[in-house]
């Protein structure tokens, strides 16, 4: 990289604190004042910088506008693809990839289990939001007045006995999610069907989908679907990763006795 777009691309990141002035521009780059001039002139042709009125310069709006179309390029389900089809392999276990639109989760991909017995969901049909790990997943990251507001906003249907009964408790369980880091349906839509799930997470920090595993007590039962909770977890972490754009996003999980468990 030459010596002058990696300055100029040094001072993005100074800005990003606050405004600068150009005194503070040329101390922090150790170069000239005139050196740092230009190079604030050519970022400001672009729009990247902008000149305030104190003669301070900031972040412009033509970086906000790149990020956004970088942003809105993005395919969350391009990405994760590979990653699904990879853990379905490891698994051998139903593979989802489901985000919400229009107050909606919906499934966005599929992979299918290498088993006989086959799950009915398809892709591009929205699931039941109440039950589904992938919805409690993605619900989970609301602001909390969204998410009271969405969660009274709901019906309730009692597909089986251990389907969430009211809004009270749906919040419950998504507080728990949250605090855990992953989403369980063991029986809440399907008696016979358990699912584990865990979110990717965008640039922005916030869970733009959620990857589950799903299967059928005769193949396995919950608590073996529930011990590739770390593999689920792993694979969400990975897409994040590349999805996020590099390791400074994580997917963690938030407490050392929760890790612990994964680990076992």
């Not at 392999?89 to 088993?115: F, I, M, P, Q």
């Not at 309730?156 to 999610?177: F, G, I, K, N, R």
């Amino acid at each position: 990289m030459s010596q002058s777009v990696d300055r100029a691309l040094s001072i993005l990141p100074l800005l990003a604190e606050g405004p600068a002035g150009l005194e503070q521009v040329a101390t922090r780059l150790d170069v000239h004042k005139s050196t740092a001039l230009r190079l604030l002139r050519t970022l400001h042709a672009h729009g990247l910088v902008h000149r305030q009125p104190d003669q301070r310069y900031r972040l412009g709006a033509g970086l906000f506008g790149l990020a956004q179309h970088a942003m809105e390029a993005l395919d969350v389900r391009e990405t994760a693809h590979p990653y699904l089809v990879a853990l379905g392999e490891e698994c051998g276990h139903t593979v989802h990839l489901a985000v919400r639109e229009e107050g909606e989760v919906v499934y966005v991909d599929k992979v299918d289990s290498r088993y006989p017995v086959r799950m009915y969901s398809r892709v591009g049909r929205p699931v039941a939001i109440t039950v589904a790990a992938v919805a409690k997943v993605l619900l989970a990251d609301l602001p909390e007045p969204e998410r009271r507001s969405t969660a009274a906003r709901l019906e309730y249907p009692a597909y089986t006995p251990c389907s969430t009964p009211d809004a009270a408790a749906y919040l419950a369980e998504l507080a728990v999610v949250r605090e855990q880091g992953w989403a369980a349906d063991l029986g809440g839509h399907e008696e016979s069907i358990n699912c584990v799930a865990a979110p990717v997470r965008g640039p922005d920090g916030r869970v733009a989908a959620a990857l589950s595993i799903s299967a059928p007590n005769v193949v396995v039962t919950a608590e073996e679907l529930l011990a590739l909770r770390p593999l689920v977890l792993s694979t969400a972490r990975a897409v994040t990763r590349e999805y996020a754009g590099g390791d400074a996003i994580p997917n963690p999980l938030p407490n050392p006795s929760q890790r612990e468990a994964d680990r076992a």
